[in-house]
């Protein structure tokens, strides 16, 4: 997950997704990774796998996890 970190801190939103989807197939369910992936996912304009993966890093009764207004605070969200 460090090579997704370090494209997403360089705004390589297609590397970033790249590096976080290779991550995902050793752990599927790393909430923080879903969660970049999504933020990459959005800015390149892949609205509906964008919410799939946000679905799977904060399933229904746990949005204690990112309360919405942070959601709506992260730029790279601002596409969805």
Do not use: K, M
Not at 37 to 64: I, K, M, S
């Amino acid at each position: 997950f460090q090579a997704g970190a370090a494209a997403l801190s360089r705004q390589d939103y297609a590397a970033a997704f790249d590096a976080y989807q290779a991550g995902l197939r050793e752990q599927p369910d790393n909430t923080v990774a879903l969660y970049h992936a999504a933020r990459c996912a959005a800015q390149l304009g892949q609205t509906e796998v964008a919410f799939a993966l946000l679905d799977r890093a904060f399933p229904a009764g746990e949005e204690w996890l990112v309360p919405s207004r942070q959601i709506e605070s992260v730029p790279e969200l601002a596409p969805l």
